[in-house]
Structure formats: C-alpha cells, structure tokens
Nanobody, 123 residues
Framework: QVQLGESGGGLVQGGGSLRLSCAAS????????MGWFRQAPGKEREFVAA????????YYADSVKGRFTISRDNVKNTVYLQMNSLIPEDTAVYYC????????????????WGQGTQVTVSS
C-alpha cells in the first residue's frame, strides 16, 4: 500500500506558474504509474496527466497539453506537475494517484489517492 501527499498548491495570477509535488511512501514507488487529476466545485474529477513507471511515457488532457508537464523522481519517490500559463479554468483541487497496472485516463483505474491540494488562479 502506498501513501500519497500533495503540496505546492496556492493562489496565483493568470499567466503564472505553480509546481505541485506528490510524495509517496510505504511501497516501491517505481512499481506504480502516477497520475494527476483535478476537481472543480460542482464538477466531476477529471484527468490531467499521467506518467509511466520509469517516466519514459507521459500523457496529458487536451486542456493542459503544452502548458503542464508531469515528471517523476524514483529516487525521491516524488511525482511533479509543473503548471505554466495558468488560466482561471485551471482552478481546482489537484490530486495525485497511483496505479499498479498502467497510466490510465480514468479515476476508477487508480488504486491510491492523496488528500489533494488547492490551486486557485485569479483573472
């Protein structure tokens, strides 16, 4: 079982940047594909980005492609989400998640979740 904890959220002006981190403990981190999801008030949780076990493959939602970058450090047991050119529509609680079977696009595929970190983008 893996425990996940996100950090790095906050309030930022439109056009700005934030870097989210998700630290993992309790299991072999490199055994898990990792994903980032977000949930805005009144909306369903949506896929943002995912990364394979080694980090060789990455996947993005169309809404963030070219602006966000997912990466991982299997020595530090941490996955990152670099968010650039932020817009108010990016405002949400951001969650990291771990999946043993592969980097999926659906939240239902992920086995473990962090508690989330709030990102607010002002216009």
């Amino acid at each position: 079982q893996v425990q996940l904890g996100e950090s790095g959220g906050g309030l930022v002006q439109g056009g700005g940047s934030l870097r989210l981190s998700c630290a993992a403990s309790g299991a072999t981190f490199s055994s898990y594909c990792m994903g980032w999801f977000r949930q805005a008030p009144g909306k369903e949780r949506e896929f943002v980005a995912a990364i394979s076990w080694s980090g060789a493959s990455t996947y993005y939602a169309d809404s963030v492609k070219g602006r966000f970058t997912i990466s991982r450090d299997n020595v530090k047991n941490t996955v990152y989400l670099q968010m650039n050119s932020l817009i108010p529509e990016d405002t949400a609680v951001y969650y990291c998640a771990a999946d043993l079977d592969g980097p999926g696009y659906s939240a239902y595929e992920y086995d473990y979740w962090g508690q989330g970190t709030q990102v607010t983008v002002s216009s």
